[in-house]
């Protein structure tokens, strides 16, 4: 497509099309200084590169195309949301979390100061007509996963088409009976919207596109337990995310591509840092693009990520759907079973968590964690107090974070991550 072709799009989609100039310019600098900027590189690497100078344009373009055709877009800013119930309705499932400051005075009108910074930012954006994802989607899915959220979204609802989906606190089976009723209200209101009905042939094959996503994304993490790092932990982080925005069949694709080049990478003994570079999970709340500040500031720190434990990252990946199924009622239940044992701060207690975190420093042969939290994030800053006692039990280092989008907290960052990393020598 033309930069006039791009406007074109923008301007039908009621976007500020010079804010949004100045967004692009401005990201586009911030990524040429992450990671652009990175030696030894994967060659496959150059497609999630193309994938993000796009994410504004062609993809936007490829949504448009698809409502042309009479296909709905889905817009979600949660891992609960299933994407393959989406897909069965023939239907665009697309991530909206946005990680960076936007229009937080207008947001500011809207939720209190101290909410957190991706809450603001998703509703900033909206305000200040800068995301032609938002303004793609015929349907908006929150879901209750925390306060700030579930009373933003009451806010939001007024600014979009809004769905709310409730998400239980615990995980007792009276909890997941309310998930499955939410599921199958969810599955209702997808066949209201598109007028497709979803069959047990369409959400088989639905399922099946999922897992093999969620397949690839495992095999890439399995191979960044390798020493030396096969791969930065910004490149995998910044897989992650495009794995929201992209179509899944093809990101699979992309996604095998790579680790076929991480797996020849590693038999001629290379890496993107020297052997022996200390090894740093990084844990906690998603970060969403372009929020890059923290992981950049942990691998100029003599590091390298080997790990995200997070919505963007293993717990968005770790569980595949049982596909044993072959009826409607069996695969609701299968997707239930599923989705539940996602181990989101949420939960009261959480206790699976402390453990996943723990098998993933021995899995992935990581030196020490690193948890972020969003400033304003209750759920995860209390979990960071149980962390830490859950690791420093197993000997496990750790630093605890908690830091907004701004970059004016950089260089204390940085020398509070250096001396950890220092510490662990």
Not at 8 to 13: F, I, R, S, V
Not at 217 to 245: E, K
Not at 317 to 335: F, H, K, N, P, Y
Request: glycine share 6%.
């Amino acid at each position: 497509m033309s930069d006039a072709a791009h406007t074109e799009m923008w301007e039908k989609l009621n976007l500020d099309i010079s804010a949004h100039d100045g967004l692009l310019e401005v990201l586009g600098k911030f990524y040429g200084d992450i990671y652009l900027s990175q030696e030894n590189r994967l060659k496959g690497m150059e497609y999630l590169d193309f994938v993000l100078s796009e994410v504004h344009g062609l993809r936007i373009k490829e949504l448009q195309d698809a409502k042309a055709a009479g296909k709905k877009i889905i817009g979600t800013f949660c891992v609960f949301v299933p994407e393959e119930l989406t897909l069965a309705a023939n239907a665009v499932h697309v991530g909206l979390c946005s990680g960076a400051d936007a229009g937080t005075d207008e947001a500011e009108k809207l939720v209190p100061r101290n909410t957190c910074a991706l809450i603001k930012s998703f509703i900033g954006f909206k305000l200040a007509r800068l995301c032609p994802f938002t303004e793609s989607c015929d349907l908006v899915v929150g879901e209750t996963t925390c306060d700030g959220k579930k009373k933003a979204y009451e806010a939001f609802g007024k600014l979009v088409p809004m769905h709310v989906m409730e998400v239980p606190q615990t995980k007792t089976m009276d909890a997941k009976q309310l998930f499955k009723s939410e599921v199958l209200r969810y599955k209702d209101t997808l066949e209201e919207l598109t007028g497709v009905e979803i069959t047990a042939e369409n959400l088989q094959k639905a399922i099946s596109i999922v897992n093999e996503k969620r397949r690839a994304l495992q095999r890439l993490s399995r191979l960044r337990a390798a020493d030396p790092a096969p791969i930065s932990g910004r490149d995998a982080l910044l897989i992650n995310q495009v794995s929201f925005y992209d179509d899944p069949e093809r990101f699979t694709q992309s996604i095998n591509t790579l680790c076929d080049q991480i797996e020849e990478r590693i038999a001629q003994g290379d890496g993107v840092v020297p052997a022996g570079t200390k090894r740093l999970l990084l844990s906690g709340c998603p970060m969403a693009v372009p929020n890059w500040k923290l992981p950049y500031v942990m691998e100029s720190s003599n590091a390298v990520i080997v790990g995200e434990e997070s919505c963007i990252g293993s717990r968005n990946t770790r569980d595949l759907v049982d596909e044993s199924a072959d009826t409607i009622e069996g695969m609701i239940d299968a997707l239930v079973e599923r989705y539940m044992k996602i181990d989101c701060a949420c939960f009261t207690p959480n206790d699976e968590r402390m453990v996943n975190v723990a098998n993933m420093v021995n899995e992935l042969n990581a030196d020490g964690v690193i948890h972020y939290a969003l400033s304003f994030c209750q759920p995860y800053a209390h979990e960071a107090i149980k962390m830490q006692e859950v690791l420093s039990e197993k000997d496990i280092p750790m630093l605890s974070v908690e830091t907004g989008y701004s970059m004016e907290d950089v260089e204390q960052l940085k020398t509070r991550v250096e001396a950890f990393v220092e510490m662990l020598d």
